[in-house]
T-cell receptor, first 110, second 112 residues
Framework: KQEVTQIPAALSVPEGENLVLNCSFT??????LQWFRQDPGKGLTSLLL?????REQTSGRLNASLDKSSGRSTLYIAASQPGDSATYLC?????????FGKGTRLHILP | DAGVIQSPRHEVTEMGQEVTLRCKPI?????LFWYRQTMMRGLELLIY????????DSGMPEDRFSAKMPNASFSTLKIQPSEPRDSAVYFC??????????FGDGTRLSIL
């Protein structure tokens, strides 16, 4: 059974710093992995989708990597801003199942 | 594009009542997903549809929950009878095949 873990559960960093969020999964037989952000009281917004054949995806200040063999993905945020404060979730899709991690709550300190 | 539209945004009702949540997916998206989010369990997939047909409902907690998609532009999630432990935020999402999912803003459900 696929399990998705995100550590830490919460993170506070000063504005301007680069940071890395982690996502690990137990079953490497996946179709893709997706990173989302969730703002309070809102739904999820897709940030990056990495297909199983890819190793990374980039969008602006965000870079997501995927290492299927080790069951890990990272989301790198460059030059963090207060507007990046949100909860970040990763989701793994495989065998018609989509499993979400519980998220990392990120707070960027002005 | 208006995005995924869910209604109502908030629902408060008494235990035992029937609850119906509604979702309008993005036009052209083949897949529709229903999720439930709680502090304890995080985000859980309840059921998803492909071209209006339910593909996997293994996440539906019990027979009190049912979902339908009568056409490509509308889906409902029904709970009958509702219980306090059903209190959660329910999200609907849609996507093309293997493309990023687009989420609605959710329905916050409170069962008293």
């Amino acid at each position: 059974k696929q399990e998705v873990t995100q550590i830490p559960a919460a993170l506070s960093v000063p504005e301007g710093e680069n940071l890395v969020l982690n996502c690990s999964f137990t079953d490497s037989a996946i179709y893709n992995l997706q990173w989302f952000r969730q703002d309070p009281g809102k739904g999820l917004t897709s940030l990056l989708l990495i297909q199983s054949s890819q190793r990374e995806q980039t969008s602006g200040r965000l870079n997501a990597s995927l290492d299927k063999s080790s069951g890990r993905s990272t989301l790198y945020i460059a030059a963090s801003q207060p507007g990046d404060s949100a909860t970040y979730l990763c989701a793994v899709r495989g065998d018609d199942k989509i499993i979400f991690g519980k998220g990392t709550r990120l707070h960027i300190l002005p | 594009d208006a995005g995924v539209i869910q209604s109502p945004r908030h629902e408060v009702t008494e235990m035992g009542q029937e609850v119906t949540l509604r979702c309008k997916p993005i036009s052209g998206h083949d897949y529709l997903f229903w999720y439930r989010q709680t502090m304890m369990r995080g985000l859980e997939l309840l059921i998803y549809f492909n071209n209006n047909v339910p593909i996997d409902d293994s996440g539906m907690p019990e027979d009190r929950f049912s979902a339908k998609m009568p056409n490509a532009s509308f889906s409902t999630l029904k709970i009958q009878p509702s219980e306090p432990r059903d209190s959660a935020v329910y999200f609907c999402a849609s996507s093309p095949l293997y493309q990023p999912q687009h989420f609605g803003d959710g329905t916050r459900l409170s069962i008293l």
